[in-house]
Nanobody, 124 residues
Framework: QVQLVESGGGSVQAGGSLTLSCAAS????????MGWFRQAPGKEREFVAA????????DYKDSVKGRFTISRDNAKNTVDLQMNSLKPEDTAVYYC?????????????????WGQGTQVTVSS
């Protein structure tokens, strides 16, 4: 049974930082592209960042480039999202997702497994 468990969410003031972590089990982690998505109230779930199987290819949503950093540790089966210079518009539930294909995708439709999400709240 595949499980993705996010942690690290919380409440911060604008300009602050948080690091989200996702621990994966029940799958061969190094065979999956890993992604982070987020969903704000009343909005669609949107792509934030993704990293290829070996970490050689990374994509970011334009609005988080230069502020967020995705990384993975295939030995520990974890993927992290370091978030700096947070803004109120970053407030959302953040989800970790796994994609078994070979190409980094930004569409949530391509991802096979999802975590339960962790809340990030940024106050102004």
């Amino acid at each position: 049974q595949v499980q993705l468990v996010e942690s690290g969410g919380g409440s911060v003031q604008a300009g602050g930082s948080l690091t989200l972590s996702c621990a994966a089990s029940g799958l061969t982690f190094s065979n999956y592209i890993m992604g982070w998505f987020r969903q704000a109230p009343g909005k669609e779930r949107e792509f934030v960042a993704a990293i290829s199987r070996n970490g050689g290819r990374i994509d970011y949503k334009d609005s988080v480039k230069g502020r967020f950093t995705i990384s993975r540790d295939n030995a520990k089966n974890t993927v992290d999202l370091q978030m700096n210079s947070l803004k109120p518009e970053d407030t959302a539930v953040y989800y970790c997702a796994a994609d078994r294909t070979l190409v980094v995708h930004t569409s949530r439709l391509n991802y096979d497994y999802w975590g339960q999400g962790t809340q990030v709240t940024v106050s102004s």
